[in-house]
């Protein structure tokens, strides 16, 4: 998706005595001109959180392979300039000085006695022959391309410039990493600021460049700041605004599904734990420590109910234990990947009151939660090094987004509202149905027009781009179609046993196509699934878990999220769905 970003000056810092101001130039491409004038009451506390989320911007995980042929190809042009700058200004140096070199070696057989003065002439030529070779400074050269690709990597950071929200109760900054393997969202509450004009509501990009991000490390503690979202720009020293900033970038297709998948995956219930900041030292610690050279390379979380948690690091086999106490009543053990980018939240270990990490399941995504106190910074993990947030697992389907549904009545509910509740959206459209609210709110995020916060569990209005999203990033997917199309004969067919571990299993058959097929899913009773199972070729092809799962698969698990909450069940019996229908009325 090509996207142009305007902007009317560079963002920047101005300095006057101990008064600092932020500017942030917001991009004038979009319809909403929004603004913001305020002054923080925690500069430090703004500046490392913001920081944090330049880091999980150019965050890049993925393994590099060495770029030869721009080598060569760099290595080819220096050489041919470097020639022709030696034809230009040095003629027939080199000849001339070569046939100095052939008379003294002439002149040296006939004069012995004159050796070494000749020695010292040639001696003397030869230095002026290395100082116009082309090939003397080779390494050099080969520095000065390394630091050319260094430079223009670092440049990538232009192209993903941050989001910024200002909401009736909030400033929020989103951010999504390189390789799409990480989010980032920080939430200023309005009572970090001190006012000084109404807000103007509304979405936009911000010019966020290096040199602004050494402009704000220089932030101190007797530093007044005030952080300004200008439209019109910011004018330089001699008061002479600078022409306005064009960006033309192709976004990947991934990156801005990416981007939207995470609201539903943010939506999904899992098991929430309460760190100390000490706690996540801890962990942080002992990552920078230790650099694993073999597999498995996965964190084991070992929650007993009652017990400090602990974690095994894996492949040294060594046991950390937390302060973290575990209040859950069922005894798990959840296997975490990706861990190194954990490393992201170190900056904010000493601003933080708590952290809370929210585990979704195995093979699923984890959130990491800091609470700064009038700040929140939420980061988003995938599992695997490579994004899978729209490879394998559907979020949207999981959370129940599938389908349009009564999109269009949630589209200007949301605009005028700006943050509501999935029950406040409920009561504002008392005659639709809860699963044509559920369609509606996962399409508002699939077109990038919303972001679940799950800080106050709560659905903001957001437009990620300058212009609408292509149908095909957000129209219904195949798989999809799939699970709308089997729903209703999952439901019919799915049966349910409650195991002694406080287990549910579900299972359904299918018959399709003259074939047979049965799935079985296992979840507990804080919502996580334990166990997946399917007989279809498409789940035994793949990878057999839930980061690849099948149709029959989420089918099941949408049609059985609606009975986690029955009692009365006895253990290890058989309900088939007309059973349960019986008990609920």
Same mark, same amino acid.
């Given at each position: 998706?090509?996207?142009?970003?305007?902007?009317?000056?560079?963002?920047?810092?101005?300095?006057?005595?101990?008064?600092?101001? %932020?500017?942030?130039?917001?991009?004038?491409?979009?319809?909403?001109?929004?603004?913001?004038?305020?002054?923080?009451?925690?500069?430090?506390?703004?500046?490392?959180?913001?920081?944090?989320?330049?880091?999980?911007?150019?965050?890049?995980?993925?393994?590099?392979?060495?770029?030869?042929?721009?080598?060569?190809?760099?290595?080819?042009?220096?050489?041919?300039?470097?020639?022709?700058?030696?034809?230009?200004?040095?003629?027939?140096?080199?000849?001339?000085?070569?046939?100095?070199?052939?008379?003294?070696?002439?002149?040296?057989?006939?004069?012995?006695?004159?050796?070494?003065?000749?020695?010292?002439?040639?001696?003397?030529?030869?230095?002026?022959?290395?100082?116009?070779?082309? $090939?003397?400074?080779?390494?050099?050269?080969?520095?000065?391309?390394?630091?050319?690709?260094?430079?223009?990597?670092?440049?990538? $950071?232009?192209?993903?410039?941050?989001?910024?929200?200002?909401?009736?109760?909030?400033?929020?900054?989103?951010?999504?990493?390189?390789?799409?393997?990480?989010?980032?969202?920080?939430?200023?509450?309005?009572?970090?600021?001190?006012?000084?004009?109404?807000?103007?509501?509304?979405?936009?990009?911000?010019?966020?460049?290096?040199?602004?991000?050494?402009?704000?490390?220089?932030?101190?503690?007797?530093?007044?700041?005030?952080?300004?979202?200008?439209?019109?720009?910011?004018?330089?020293?001699?008061?002479?605004?600078?022409?306005?900033?064009?960006?033309?970038?192709?976004?990947?297709?991934?990156?801005?599904?990416?981007?939207?998948?995470?609201?539903?995956?943010?939506?999904?219930?899992?098991?929430?734990?309460?760190?100390?900041?000490?706690?996540?030292?801890?962990?942080?610690?002992?990552?920078?420590?230790?650099?694993?050279?073999?597999?498995?390379?996965?964190?084991?979380?070992? %929650?007993?109910?009652?017990?400090?948690?602990?974690?095994?690091?894996?492949?040294?086999?060594?046991?950390?234990?937390?302060?973290?106490?575990?209040?859950?009543?069922?005894?798990?053990?959840?296997?975490?990947?990706?861990?190194?980018?954990?490393?992201?939240?170190?900056?904010?270990?000493?601003?933080?009151?708590?952290?809370?990490?929210?585990?979704?399941?195995?093979?699923?995504?984890?959130?990491?939660?800091?609470?700064?106190?009038?700040?929140?910074?939420?980061?988003?993990?995938?599992? $695997?090094?490579?994004?899978?947030?729209?490879?394998?697992?559907?979020?949207?389907?999981?959370?129940?987004?599938?389908?349009?549904?009564?999109?269009?009545?949630?589209?200007? %509910?949301?605009?005028?509202?700006?943050?509501?509740?999935?029950?406040?959206?409920?009561?504002?459209?008392?005659?639709?149905?809860?699963?044509?609210?559920?369609?509606?709110?996962?399409?508002?995020?699939?077109?990038?027009?919303?972001?679940?916060?799950?800080?106050?569990?709560?659905?903001?209005?957001?437009?990620?781009?300058?212009?609408?999203?292509?149908?095909?990033?957000?129209?219904?997917?195949?798989?999809?179609?799939?699970?709308?199309?089997?729903?209703?004969?999952?439901?019919?067919?799915?049966?349910?046993?409650?195991?002694?571990?406080?287990?549910?299993?579900?299972?359904?058959?299918?018959?399709?196509?003259?074939?047979?097929?049965?799935?079985?899913?296992?979840?507990?009773?804080?919502?996580?699934?334990?166990?997946?199972?399917?007989?279809?070729?498409?789940?035994?092809?793949?990878?057999?878990? %839930?980061?690849?799962?099948?149709?029959?698969?989420?089918?099941?698990?949408?049609?059985?999220?609606?009975?986690?909450?029955?009692?009365?069940?006895?253990?290890?019996?058989?309900?088939?769905?007309?059973?349960?229908?019986?008990?609920?009325?």
């Amino acid at each position: 998706m090509k996207v142009g970003y305007q902007y009317a000056s560079p963002s920047r810092c101005t300095q006057v005595d101990n008064q600092t101001t %932020l500017g942030l130039s917001p991009d004038l491409s979009r319809d909403e001109k929004v603004s913001f004038c305020g002054k923080l009451k925690h500069p430090l506390l703004f500046r490392d959180a913001m920081l944090m989320l330049r880091e999980i911007v150019i965050s890049d995980t993925r393994k590099k392979p060495k770029e030869r042929t721009d080598y060569f190809t760099w290595l080819d042009e220096e050489i041919e300039r470097r020639v022709k700058a030696h034809k230009e200004y040095m003629p027939n140096v080199r000849e001339s000085l070569r046939k100095k070199m052939d008379s003294c070696d002439f002149a040296l057989l006939g004069k012995k006695s004159e050796i070494k003065e000749l020695l010292n002439i040639q001696k003397n030529l030869q230095k002026q022959i290395d100082r116009y070779d082309a $090939w003397k400074d080779y390494y050099k050269i080969e520095r000065d391309f390394w630091k050319f690709i260094k430079d223009r990597d670092y440049s990538l $950071w232009f192209v993903l410039d941050p989001v910024i929200t200002v909401h009736n109760d909030q400033v929020s900054f989103e951010a999504f990493s390189i390789d799409e393997s990480i989010y980032g969202c920080l939430s200023v509450s309005m009572n970090e600021f001190d006012l000084l004009q109404p807000p103007k509501l509304g979405t936009t990009n911000i010019d966020f460049s290096a040199k602004l991000e050494k402009e704000m490390q220089r932030f101190r503690s007797y530093t007044d700041v005030t952080l300004s979202v200008n439209p019109g720009g910011f004018a330089i020293d001699n008061d002479i605004v600078p022409e306005y900033i064009e960006k033309k970038i192709d976004l990947p297709e991934t990156w801005i599904k990416g981007f939207n998948q995470v609201s539903s995956a943010a939506a999904l219930s899992g098991i929430e734990l309460k760190l100390s900041p000490s706690d996540m030292y801890d962990i942080c610690a002992f990552l920078r420590k230790h650099k694993e050279k073999k597999s498995p390379r996965y964190m084991k979380w070992i %929650l007993e109910p009652g017990q400090r948690v602990q974690i095994v690091f894996e492949p040294f086999g060594i046991v950390l234990t937390l302060n973290a106490i575990y209040r859950g009543s069922q005894r798990r053990e959840e296997k975490i990947w990706g861990r190194r980018r954990w490393l992201v939240v170190e900056k904010l270990i000493p601003l933080s009151n708590a952290f809370y990490v929210r585990i979704l399941g195995f093979g699923m995504p984890q959130f990491i939660r800091a609470d700064m106190g009038t700040m929140q910074m939420t980061v988003g993990f995938s599992s $695997w090094s490579s994004n899978d947030w729209v490879k394998g697992t559907a979020f949207n389907i999981m959370a129940g987004f599938t389908g349009e549904g009564c999109y269009t009545n949630i589209y200007p %509910l949301l605009k005028e509202k700006r943050c509501l509740s999935m029950e406040e959206i409920s009561e504002h459209l008392p005659n639709e149905k809860s699963d044509k609210i559920k369609a509606g709110i996962g399409m508002l995020f699939r077109r990038g027009e919303g972001y679940f916060d799950m800080i106050n569990d709560k659905v903001r209005f957001r437009h990620l781009c300058n212009a609408p999203i292509p149908e095909e990033l957000y129209e219904v997917s195949d798989i999809e179609m799939d699970v709308q199309k089997i729903s209703k004969l999952t439901f019919d067919n799915m049966k349910v046993r409650y195991s002694r571990q406080q287990e549910f299993l579900f299972t359904t058959t299918y018959k399709e196509d003259a074939r047979s097929s049965s799935a079985e899913i296992v979840i507990d009773q804080d919502g996580q699934i334990t166990k997946i199972d399917c007989s279809c070729p498409k789940f035994k092809r793949g990878e057999r878990n %839930l980061s690849d799962p099948c149709a029959h698969i989420l089918a099941l698990y949408v049609a059985s999220y609606k009975l986690l909450k029955l009692k009365n069940l006895e253990y290890e019996k058989e309900y088939k769905i007309n059973d349960i229908m019986e008990m609920l009325l």
